[in-house]
């Protein structure tokens, strides 16, 4: 909430600008993060006071212009002509002091709105360390507005908010009369739909033409700009960008003075130049980047393992602490709270070391430069599978985890794209699924002949798992970019920013946002299937059945304490667990659809274990260790679930796990979306409920159909 | 230099100094790439190509840029 006398600041500027780096500085933890109505770009924004002026300070996606090409600078667009209109709104046009002919181009454009700005430079200390000297006063007086050094910026942007004081727009070249003519009505109906302060100005008049000269026909709709005549557009737009980039590069040559020669590279470019050779040399580019997968996935991996352990050990802790306080006669106050919230909560911040872990190492390679790189080495390999070139990473991390690869997206700036990829994600096999592959595979492959007498079937069918997992996920990718999300591929124009070292304040800053954003948004939808999934395997209970037990529990808390008597309570704990289970919903729904999953090999015990696997894949197994009455504590390496599966027998005699049933079973879990994790991070990205029920239901179908054809096809052909 | 004469940036040989003479059609990504530096008159070079018919890093002004080959062979330079 923006209090009517705090004035607005809106960071604006080129991608690798430094933007966001600066708005970390000035606003710390206090930014919020919100997605912008209708798109999947966040706004970030925090209310601050700097010298005792309260502002509130925006950052916009990185543009190149005010013409919009994708839906991040759509927004940015946006915002300034919001602020145009709004008034008591100062802009700070962010410049790279190292790119500054470039980067002046935007400055040039904005100036031809009648806007209060400043423009803050930043990199002076690269521009320092080159040798080179910055006039910022030269480049004041050419531009006619403020310039300051972005790294004195929290001490000086309070006197330009306040003091804010409009210099005359520069105009943009005078166009044909004809033109002008022809776009005074549209500009009229511009100005007004945008509740613009002043009338059918040359900067309106030429905004239009250009817009009118990139946009495609819907993007023109949805931003008002009336039909006129195409070549005459697209000839003002380009006069346009070429007397703006004039403008720019003299600006830029009377404030920048160098010692060196023309053509004599700068310390920093030259620099950039050696680790290019080697990053983006033919061979060892590739290398390179496979370097830094194997260390991300390493690192997601085994080095969050601990820090889960120890998230994990600290929510027992305290759900034990709490529980302890409820007095035992309430049994069910005491499963709700261990079992519903704390193991809600639990599952949870089980995500917070995979999430900060990946958005720290991708904001490392953002920042340095690198993933740029990455993306001119993979365009090619990607864009032929359909798949947008910044989709590698996400998808590499969802061998660990769906939940913070689907955030991750966020990089790919067009809308379909990003969409395609977040869709298709979830095959991606996360390491939650590795224990109950685990447990399978030691359950019916373990007495399997190893292949060629060497290679044991385990491992084969564990890389064969990890193939249709990637298979399942390109292949899904081009079809859905070639039918129902299709979309031109939009051009790849990156800048290969020079390498530089991230600020780690700006990164730690940026990894407590993500967090936090995950713990509120998609954690309070965790947090409640949680505890819904809780109630669906807790009732209804069947109470002559819990008087039997409760008398038998009562009866053997009378006996003298002795090991005998521990595991005895154990088994009659574990068997009420199992009776309960029956007698659940959940139970009673995993009857109800054995009919519907007997043809894939399953019997109802599964059917149970795949709806308790929702909470979590890994569930799975701790879930069939409740119903075979062992206790909720089995895990794959447990002997005793082994055993009990591998001698289970169905109706009619015959052993329920085998090595077919097994793999009916882990192809159903590669491919099924069995995660309301997932689910929940995919309903926060695409802000609604449908594209995650789409893909839970499109995802079961062809899950079902795999299983049913694998078990079908290979009772067919005589496999067990 | 008219633009008849004009090669595709394309076919520069690798770190050969150049300078832009215009583009071959105005179309939204032309204009972009307009807006990222590449105005008549602009030197350029073409640094590398990606292996296995990828994108090209071109140094415009000091600024390297990344585009794919059937965008860049929009841009015309002198020969």
């Not at chain 1, 002091?97 to 470039?102: K, Y």
């Not at chain 1, 003091?163 to 044909?176: A, E, F, K, Y």
């Not at chain 1, 680790?275 to 390493?298: E, F, K, T």
């Amino acid at each position: 909430v923006t209090a009517s006398s705090t004035t607005r600041v809106l960071l604006v500027g080129n991608p690798n600008a430094g933007k966001t780096t600066l708005f970390n500085r000035l606003t710390g933890l206090r930014a919020k993060t919100a997605n912008y109505a209708g798109v999947t770009v966040e706004e970030r924004s925090a209310t601050v006071t700097l010298g005792g002026v309260p502002l509130h300070i925006t950052d916009t996606p990185g543009m190149y212009s005010l013409i919009p090409r994708a839906d991040d600078e759509d927004v940015a667009v946006q915002q300034v002509l919001q602020a145009c209109a709004h008034g008591r709104t100062l802009v700070v046009v962010v410049v790279d002091g190292t790119q500054l002919a470039r980067n002046l181009q935007l400055v040039m454009h904005l100036r031809e709105w009648d806007l209060p700005m400043i423009v803050a430079v930043t990199m002076l200390d690269i521009v320092e360390q080159d040798g080179d000297t910055f006039h910022l006063e030269s480049l004041a007086s050419q531009l006619g507005v403020p310039v300051v050094d972005a790294r004195q910026l929290s001490s000086t942007l309070p006197a330009h908010a306040s003091g804010q004081t409009r210099v005359p727009p520069l105009n943009p070249p005078p166009m044909p009369a004809d033109v002008t003519t022809s776009l005074a009505p549209p500009a009229n109906a511009f100005v007004q739909a945008w509740k613009l302060p002043t009338g059918a100005t040359p900067a309106v008049r030429a905004w239009l033409a250009q817009a009118y000269a990139v946009l495609r026909p819907d993007q023109r709709t949805s931003l008002r700009v009336p039909s006129m005549q195409g070549n005459v557009a697209a000839d003002v737009a380009a006069q346009l960008v070429q007397q703006r980039s004039e403008r720019a590069q003299q600006a830029a040559m009377r404030s920048l003075s160098t010692a060196r020669a023309p053509a004599q590279m700068s310390r920093s470019r030259f620099l950039t130049h050696v680790v290019d050779g080697v990053a983006l040399h033919g061979v060892l580019g590739p290398c390179v980047l496979l370097a830094w997968m194997g260390l991300l996935l390493w690192a997601l991996f085994s080095w969050s393992a601990p820090l889960m352990d120890g998230i994990d050990a600290m929510v027992q802790r305290l759900s034990a602490a709490v529980v302890a306080l409820v007095p035992a006669t309430m049994p069910l106050l005491r499963s709700l709270l261990a079992d519903g919230v704390f193991a809600g909560v639990g599952n949870v911040v089980a995500f917070v070391p995979q999430i900060a872990m990946l958005f720290f190492f991708l904001g490392f390679l953002e920042d340095s430069g690198y993933l740029a790189r990455a993306a001119f080495l993979l365009d090619r390999l990607m864009a032929r599978v359909g798949l947008h070139g910044r989709a590698f990473v996400p998808l590499l991390s969802g061998f660990a985890c769906a939940v913070p690869a689907i955030m991750s997206t966020r990089s790919i700036e067009s809308k379909r794209d990003r969409l395609v990829t977040m869709l298709v994600l979830p095959w991606m096999s996360c390491s939650a699924r590795l224990p109950v592959y685990a447990l399978i595979i030691a359950t019916v492959f373990a007495k399997v002949p190893p292949v060629f007498g060497v290679v044991p079937m385990g491992v084969v069918v564990m890389i064969g798992m990890y193939t249709l997992s990637i298979t399942a996920t390109l292949v899904g990718g081009a079809v859905l970019k070639r039918t129902v999300l299709r979309s031109p591929s939009p051009p790849l124009l990156l800048e290969l920013p020079p390498y530089r070292w991230p600020k780690l304040s700006s990164l730690f800053i940026a990894v407590v946002g993500r967090v936090r954003t995950f713990l509120i948004d998609a954690g309070t939808t965790i947090l409640a299937i949680t505890i819904v999934l809780w109630a669906l395997f807790q009732f209804p209970r069947d109470d002559v059945t819990e008087q039997r037990f409760d008398a038998t529990l009562a009866e053997l808390e009378r006996h003298p304490d002795s090991d005998h008597k521990t595991t005895e309570l154990q088994r009659v704990q574990a068997e009420r667990a199992q009776a309960r289970l029956q007698h659940s919903v959940a139970g009673q729904v995993g009857h109800a659809i054995e009919p519907v999953i007997a043809p894939l090999g399953f019997d109802w015990r599964i059917g149970v274990g795949l709806l308790a696997s929702f909470a979590a894949r890994e569930v799975m197994v701790s879930t069939l260790g409740l119903v075979y009455g062992l206790g909720d504590d089995a895990d794959e390496t447990s002997e005793p679930l082994r055993e009990r599966l591998a001698a289970e027998r169905r109706a009619d005699g015959s052993l329920l796990y085998t090595p077919l049933s097994g793999l009916s079973l882990m192809v159903f879990f590669v491919l099924a979306m069995q995660c309301m994790s997932t689910f929940a991070a995919l309903k926060r990205e695409t802000g609604g409920y449908r594209w995650p029920v789409l893909q839970l239901l499109a995802m079961t179908i062809i899950a079902y159909t795999a299983s049913l054809c694998v078990f079908q096809l290979g009772r067919a052909l005589g496999l067990s | 230099m008219t633009i008849h004469q004009a090669i595709p940036v394309t076919e520069l040989p690798p770190q050969r100094m150049s300078s832009v003479v215009g583009v071959r059609i105005l179309s939204s990504t032309t204009l972009r790439l307009m807006e990222m530096g590449l105005v008549p008159g602009a030197p350029v070079r073409v640094v590398r190509v990606a292996p296995f018919g990828g994108p090209v890093e071109l140094d415009v002004m000091g600024t390297r840029l990344c585009v794919r080959r059937r965008d860049a062979a929009d841009v015309l330079v002198e020969p």
